[in-house]
């Protein structure tokens, strides 16, 4: 296995977890998880440089994206309800508080 399908492997590792957070309604670890997969992802190789993975694995590295990007659209609902949840919060606190 290359270093990028490792690194896209932990990618996928850190967005269960993040998804996992989210559920928990553990906001916190949500963040810390979210900021370890960008650091990452901001380590990984150019996508263009891609095409010099074998066909095999351009095939994984194509499936841990999606199943990355899976995690993302099932995270967003998640946190959008949360921020709904805290402008509501904040829209009943008292000025000054």
């Known amino acids: ?5 490792k690194a896209l492997e932990q990618l996928l590792a850190l967005s ?4 996992g957070a989210a559920q928990e309604e553990d906001w ?4 810390a998880r979210e900021a370890e997969r960008r650091t990452l992802s901001e380590s990984l190789p150019d996508p263009a440089s891609s095409s010099q993975l074998a066909t095999a694995e351009q095939a ?11 995690c993302d659209a099932r995270i967003r609902p998640l946190v959008a309800r949360r921020m709904n949840e805290l402008r509501v919060v904040l829209r009943e606190a008292p000025a000054g508080a």
């Open 1 to 5: 296995m290359t270093v990028s399908l």
């Open 16 to 19: 269960e977890a993040m998804l």
């Open 28 to 31: 916190q670890t949500l963040a």
């Open 60 to 70: 994984r590295a194509r499936l841990l994206i999606e199943a990355c990007l899976h």
